[in-house]
């Protein structure tokens, strides 16, 4: 089963900022099936991107992916209000489709 | 595009079981794959086990392994997660998520359910 560390655990910064935020996992994932959600206070978590760096449907493209291996990174280029919430990567290959902790994206 | 719809929360005494239901709309539902995840207050998302729609067959995380029962009805387009044996730990918002194998690739998460809160409390 693949480990996924993500870092920062929070991240502060303010609307406008680059936003850089790292998963890493214990072991290559397979054909790069890396995923990012977004998840907001009492919703259901939202696709960003998967495929490492395909936006989902919708997505601005101030997101973006990067990474292979075992190193990925979400990038938000320029932060609106609305980003501040907390990213979630996945490995989605196989079953377990394990899930890192989290990094929080908040207001400095 | 496609909907999922989750059933109204729960409050549940130790010991006792609960039922989830996952209503599926707007997509043909045997395209896809259901899965369940959970998150307890403040925690990260754990995924719990996923059903095929169109056969039935599924598969559980070991870390649910006897407790957990996902099946399908596929004259209602929905998909049931049922959890035994609750105690206080399993209190948390249950979702369910959809994904596919479309041409042999994989697919991750693209629609999520909006969550059932499950309360165990004596």
């Known amino acids: 089963e693949i480990v996924l560390t993500q870092s920062p655990d929070t991240l502060s910064l303010s609307p406008g900022e680059r936003a850089t935020l790292s998963c890493r996992a214990s072991?290559?994932?397979?054909?790069?099936?890396l995923a990012w959600y977004q998840q907001k206070p009492g919703q259901a978590p939202r696709l960003l991107i998967y495929?490492?760096?395909s936006r989902a449907t919708g997505v601005p493209d101030r997101f973006s992916g990067s990474g292979s291996g075992t190193d990925f990174t979400l990038t938000i280029s320029r932060l609106e209000p609305e980003d501040f919430a907390v990213y979630y990567c996945q490995e989605y290959c196989c079953s377990p489709k394990t899930f890192g902790q989290g990094t929080k994206v908040e207001i400095k | 595009q496609g909907q999922l719809v989750q059933s109204g929360a729960e409050v549940k005494k130790p010991g006792a079981s609960v039922k989830v239901s996952c209503k599926a709309s707007?997509?043909?539902?045997?395209?896809?794959?259901l899965h369940w995840v959970r998150q307890a207050p403040g925690q990260r998302l754990e995924w719990m086990g996923w059903?095929?729609?169109?056969?039935?067959?599924?598969k559980y995380s070991q870390n649910f392994q006897g407790r957990v029962t996902i099946s399908r009805d596929t004259s209602a387009s929905t998909v049931y997660m049922d959890l035994s044996g609750l105690r206080s730990e399993d209190t948390a918002a249950y979702y369910c998520?959809?994904?596919?194998?479309?041409?042999?690739?994989?697919?991750?998460?693209?629609?999520w359910g909006q969550g059932t809160m499950v309360t165990v409390s004596s």
């Open positions: 072991q290559s994932v397979s054909s790069s099936y």
């Open positions: 059903i095929l729609t169109g056969n039935g067959d599924t």
């Open positions: 707007g997509y043909t539902f045997t395209d896809y794959a």
């Open positions: 998520a959809r994904d596919r194998v479309f041409r042999g690739v994989v697919y991750p998460f693209d629609i």
């Open positions: 495929g490492v760096s």
